[in-house]
Each structure stands twice: as C-alpha cells, then as structure tokens.
C-alpha cells in the first residue's frame, strides 16, 4: 500500500490522496465500512449484468477505476495529515469511520468475487495482489461529502438526495449543543425552544439546499449541485447544517418572546371564524412545522441565490431586529389566510409551504415592505400567494 499523490481539492478545501494497494487489503478495509459504518448506504439491487461481467475482467486482469472513500467529518480529525509513514495503521484503525463516496457496486462486487474463487488458490492469490486504486478525501467537511457524492454519482442511478443528507447528518439525529431532535419514533410535538423533529428539519434542510419549498419529486442533480455550489461559495469551512437549525430557532425564539409566549384561546380562534383545527395556536407551535421549514429553508436560498442576503448568519442578525407590533393580531390573520388555503387549496400542504415562502422572502428582503416587519409580511405573504394562483 502506497500513496501515488497527494493534492488539494480547492472546490471542497479537502486533500485528495490517490492510493494505490492490493485487491486483498481494500477487502479488509471495505469489509470493515460495510459492516461497522450506520452510515454507508445500502447495496442497490439492479438486474444489470454490468457488474457480473466485472468479476470476469477481473479474473484476467483489468484495471479498475478508482474507488473513492472519505474520512466521515466529526468522526476523524480531519486536519491531520496522513502520509505514507501512518497511512496504514490510521486505515486499520479507522476504517469504520469511512465512507464509499463512489465505487460501492464496484466493493460489492470485488467481496462478492474474493468469495467466490477461495476455492481456487491459484486464482485466489491471483486476485488479491491485482492493484486497485483509491482516493482517499481527508479534511472534508460534511457539506464536501455531499457535494462529492452528487457530482461522482450523477449520470448513475445515485441515492436520493434525502438519503444522502439523512446519512450524513445522521450523527445529529439527536440534536446537537441544546437542540433536541425528536424522532418519527417518539410521536411527540415539539413543545419547547429548542426541540424539533429531525425529518422535519432535514426537509427544511433539503428545501434550503434545493431553493424549492416543495417536497422532492423527480430531481434534477445538476440544479441541485448548483445551488449547492452558489450556497457553499462562501461556508465551506461551517456546518451549514447547525448554522439552518440556529438560524431558524432565532427567528422562532424572536417571535415567540416577543408575543410573550402567546397562545390563542380557543373562544378568540372561534369569535375570529377561524377553524377549530387552526394550522397552530400559537407562534411556538407554528413555526415547528415542515411547511415552515421547507418554506423558509427555500426562502433563504433565494435570498442569498439573488445577493439579497449574504448567508445564515445575516439571518440570525437580522432577527434580533424584527418588530412585530400586534402579535395576536397578526397570528389571527395567519390562521384566517391559513384557513383559506385549506378551503380552497387543491394540494393543502404545498400551498401552506408556499405562503410561508412568500412570508420569508418579505420579511428578509429590504426592498419589500414587510422587511423586519412581521404584521406587514403577514399581509405581503398573502398578497403574493394569492397573486402567485391567479396565474
């Protein structure tokens, strides 16, 4: 086993080491990732013939196209330096925090053969000393991960991009610092500050990388690496991941405190002919919600996409700056515009999601009238829905 190169990868700020090592060493490693890494994604099951002919070619002999792995952010001290002196002790020891970021038929299929010929020696020490190269990404952080992921599997048929981001960002499913996650599992709604339910932020999440407050349908992989790449120009050094969660807990905080922890009587929701299943009673309640999320996480990446705002961070600023001066007033008129979507709405939820796209593009973009003003975007909001469906 031997390092060939070494290079920085200056789109990702990582370092590429291009190594070369037997088939039989890359099986000790790879049956370690495959087995020990939640992470790693699952075997896909195809009926293509492609990869039995591989087995063959590599029978006689042919050279494979390099598999490449990386060091999973936060699991491994990615800034240190692997050289040909601790390469192989620090792949021994840490193989399990690897991950395949391209290649995972290709490993499946070498296990697949080193079983199937140890009932030939000849072929069987043939096989494993064949030499395979594979890139080894070190200092990545996890938006890196993700960027790689997209662009090496584009044009195969790759893991959705929702599993991606679920894998990655996996070792958060918890929460992290005094967020708490809460799981499909527990079947519990958020009730304080700092609580969510990680789906819910993971599509929060999507809609932010993806700029579309809509659930997922039919992806296009290369806008979503742009808008990967226009987002990321500036925060390949932070976890863009917490700075949506921060940046979306302030906003929620603000308006919270600033209602002093409203919650609307069930005889006010009913005098103001709002539903008796109102979309929330109160601001806690409703900005925990997906649609909040993905419409605020698309939102966000139009503000930036557009120079509008310069990143999350201008978020969290910014919020300490809202107004919102008849706090009940304003809830009121949500829940009555909210009531109206559901009347008239032919897909309920994509239509909540896009009001509140509306409400956060207006309430963050200085040249609208709602900017930093939550009673004035409440309004704005509607206008621009109702406007968006008379088209």
């Known amino acids: 086993m031997k390092i060939l190169t070494s290079n920085t990868d200056y789109k990702i700020k990582a370092v590429n080491n291009l190594v070369e090592m037997t088939i039989g060493e890359y099986v000790e490693i790879a049956r370690v990732i495959l087995k020990n890494n939640s992470l790693q994604r699952r075997r896909v099951t195809t009926s ?3 990869y039995s002919l591989l087995k063959e070619d590599i029978k006689t002999g042919c050279v494979i196209p390099p598999i490449v792995l990386a060091f999973f952010p936060g699991e491994y001290d990615h800034k240190t330096d692997i050289n040909e002196k601790n390469l192989i002790e620090t792949l021994k020891i840490l193989s399990k925090q690897l991950l395949i970021l391209d290649g995972l038929q290709r490993t499946y299929t070498i296990l697949d053969l080193y079983e199937e010929v140890k009932s ?28 790689r992921m997209l662009t090496l599997n584009t044009g195969q048929t790759p893991m959705s991009t929702r599993h991606q981001i679920e894998m990655i960002y996996s070792d958060y499913n918890k929460g992290f610092e005094d ?5 499909e599992a527990e079947n519990t709604t958020p009730s304080a500050s700092n609580e969510f339910r990680f789906s819910e932020v993971i599509d929060g999440f999507i809609s932010y990388i993806t700029g579309d407050y809509l ?14 790449e226009n987002l990321t120009n500036d925060d390949l050094d932070k976890d863009l991941f917490k700075l949506f969660v921060k940046s979306f807990a302030s906003l929620r905080d603000t308006l919270n405190k600033d209602s002093n922890n409203l919650v609307l009587e069930s005889d006010v929701i009913k005098e103001n002919n709002i539903s008796q299943r109102p979309f929330g009673n109160s601001f806690l309640i409703i900005f925990s ?13 139009f503000l930036i996409e557009n120079g509008l705002i310069k ?6 600023e910014l919020t300490g700056k809202i107004k919102i001066t008849d706090p009940e007033l304003s809830l009121l008129k949500m829940l009555q515009y909210l009531d109206f979507i559901v009347m008239n709405a032919k897909k309920i939820g994509n239509e909540q999601r896009m009001y509140f796209y509306y409400l956060i593009r207006s309430l963050f973009n200085e040249n609208n009238e709602g900017y930093l003003d939550f009673d004035k975007s409440v309004e704005q ?3 621009f829905y109702k406007s968006n469906m008379l088209r």
């Open 48 to 50: 293509n013939k492609t």
């Open 120 to 147: 030939d020696v000849h072929l069987f020490e043939k096989v494993l000393a064949l030499p395979l190269r594979i890139e080894i990404y070190t200092g990545i952080s996890k938006i890196g991960v993700l960027y």
């Open 179 to 183: 967020f708490i996650f809460l799981t």
């Open 215 to 228: 659930p997922i349908d039919k992806e296009d992989l290369i806008s979503i690496i742009k808008n990967l």
């Open 289 to 301: 919600k997906v649609q909040v999320l993905s419409g605020y996480g698309a939102a966000i990446n």
């Open 311 to 316: 990143n999350l961070e201008t978020i969290i």
């Open 381 to 383: 909001a509607n206008k």
